[in-house]
């Protein structure tokens, strides 16, 4: 099986594919492409779950930097392997497929869907699908992608066949090098916003909270600052930004005396947060506000639009970004993503202490270096093999295409150690050879803004294998996260086996790996079952319908 890269959306006619959410949409249903300029900010992500330690075989990239805008009928980077130099001056490049046969999105690798979904199914209860993301399932495990020696991305793709007629599912992996946690790094600033309204009383909300902050106090460097703000009805300052080293015992002491009040005022909260995070704003450090809820509004602003356009000011002034760590057995979602994505931030989910001690112990604290700043994927598919094709999820990180390169365009915040993987499900043409997609991901230097891209591209004969055959667990997995948001979604991706066989496969990948997250995968996939009933029998979806240690830890 062959790797490297890929784009968005279902093609009929030679047109553009499908999404479920917005008018941008609406307009790739009908087969237009995005409308210009129209775009959703979005970010990339602390991850809960998961590394897979099985990969298949991987194409690097050709790092590309400070490169021109390219505009209709000009040319996009082509393929080239790992650790190649950038393009000396006329090098040739591949032409520029039809503006429609582009796939372009912000990255990101949120994964508070994922969490909270298998929260909500171990409670017996089906996840509303409007909360359901197939991108946040799939970036839920995290691939052994190929690492870059330097600062930026590594570019991987490989496929394999779905049995479904003529279509094939095509993976972007995308990863940065790894933080060590022993070598200098810039410091960090966290303000952290947490809801002690009388929601927060139930178990596994505040209390998780509490024992999450107390584990990463004793994880931050002395040289990393931490501020504390507290919210229910109004908002308080508990501690103002304060240099960690010296001061462990008061964060302690602080965090300590937590206790819940009344009503929730987010609002109130993210305002003074903010306020608190620019005071203490620390030229050079990562700048960061955490902000820990159950999201369920109901004092003061209770709608994330007035509380917007306060985040974006000071993300784009002071590059403050926001975190948002959602817990609790009803949680609101959508309220959630909406604050992070404007923050250029991530989001995540915890309902247990060892979930906890994975993002605040495991994850946090190296991640507070960055890689990459407003870091999107254009993935150009070549007509002459493609005849459809479609980005699983990222509805809600769809970039204009014109937009891949304008730098002003918001995209995702990358740090070290991360991976972004996107699927496609693709139908080829009959017989097709030759190129299939070129995936490119283009990204700002943290420190310098400077731009870069990497580039790989995938054949058209990678696409032999069956999904399913032995020794792809890598991509199985990545394929079963997705069908099950998907039918989480009530959709009808091709080639979909259906929720019983899904969690045959994913049992079979946990017996063979011995992975607790992907046993807890499977789980969830029985439950699933049993609480959809009958209609989710084995065998292929109808073809053509497109409708909206631990190894793997």
Avoid at 75 to 93: H, I, L, M
Avoid at 109 to 127: I, K, N
Avoid at 316 to 341: K, N, Q
Avoid at 534 to 543: F, I, L
Wanted: contains cysteine; aromatic residues 6%.
């Amino acid at each position: 099986m062959e790797h490297r890269n890929g784009r968005q959306d279902e093609h009929r006619n030679g047109r553009q594919g499908e999404h479920r959410n917005g008018r941008q949409g609406e307009r790739q249903r009908e087969g237009r492409g995005p409308r210009r300029g129209t775009r959703f900010p979005t970010v990339v992500a602390a991850l809960l779950a998961a590394g897979l330690a099985v990969g298949g075989c991987s194409a690097g990239g050709t790092d590309r930097t400070g490169a021109r805008d390219l505009k209709e009928g000009g040319t996009v980077p082509d393929g080239g392997r790992a650790g190649t130099a950038a393009p000396r001056e006329g090098e040739q490049r591949s032409p520029t497929p039809a503006p429609d046969y582009l796939s372009t999105f912000a990255l990101d690798v949120d994964t508070a869907s994922y969490g909270y979904a298998r929260r909500t199914l171990a409670e017996g209860r089906l996840p509303d699908p409007a909360t359901v993301r197939p991108e946040e399932f799939v970036n839920s495990f995290r691939p052994d992608y190929p690492r870059p020696k330097d600062n930026g991305f590594s570019v991987t793709l490989d496929g394999a066949r779905t049995g479904a007629d003529g279509w094939s599912l095509l993976r972007v992996g995308l990863a940065t090098r790894g933080a060590d946690r022993n070598a200098e790094r810039p410091p960090a600033a966290l303000t952290f916003v947490v809801d002690v309204s009388g929601s927060m009383d139930e178990p596994g909300r505040l209390d998780l909270v509490k024992e999450s902050l107390g584990l990463l106090a004793d994880q931050l460097r002395d040289d990393d600052s931490i501020a504390l703000v507290t919210f229910s009805d109004e908002a308080e300052t508990r501690l103002p930004m304060t240099r960690v080293g010296g001061a462990r015992d008061r964060i302690h002491e602080v965090v300590g005396s937590l206790a819940t009040s009344s009503s929730t005022n987010v609002g109130a909260g993210v305002r003074t947060g903010y306020d608190v995070a620019v005071e203490g704003h620390r030229k050079g450090a990562t700048n960061r506000v955490v902000l820990l809820s159950d999201a369920l509004a109901n004092t003061g602003d209770t709608e994330a639009d007035p509380i917007l356009a306060r985040i974006e000011e000071e993300r784009r002034e002071y590059g403050i970004t926001l975190f948002g760590v959602g817990v609790g057995s009803e949680y609101g979602d959508a309220f959630m993503e909406r604050l992070a994505d404007k923050g250029d931030g991530q989001t995540t989910y915890v309902s247990t202490p060892a979930q906890a001690r994975k993002v605040f112990v495991d994850q946090l604290p190296s991640h507070v270096e960055l890689r990459a700043r407003d870091a999107k994927a254009q993935v150009a598919f070549d007509r002459r093999t493609v005849e459809r094709f479609r980005l699983i999820g990222y509805e809600n990180r769809a970039v204009a295409d014109d937009d891949f390169r304008n730098d002003r365009a918001d995209g995702g915040e990358i740090g070290a150690g991360h991976t972004v993987t996107a699927l496609y499900a693709v139908k080829t043409r009959p017989g097709a050879t030759g190129p299939l997609a070129t995936a490119t991901v283009r990204w700002l230097d943290p420190a310098t803004r400077a731009p870069h891209e990497r580039s790989g591209t995938l054949g058209a004969t990678a696409l032999t294998g069956d999904v399913w055959g032995d020794g792809h667990d890598s991509l199985q997995l990545t394929a079963i996260a997705a069908y099950f948001a998907d039918a989480l979604r009530r959709g009808d991706l091709p080639g979909a086996p259906g929720l019983p066989a899904l969690a045959k496969h994913a049992g079979a990948i946990a017996d063979r790996s011995g992975s607790a997250v992907v046993t807890e995968l499977a789980d969830a996939i029985r439950k699933a079952s049993g609480l959809l009933g009958p209609g989710q029998e084995e065998g292929p979806s109808r073809e053509g319908e497109l409708k909206s240690g631990d190894p793997y830890s």
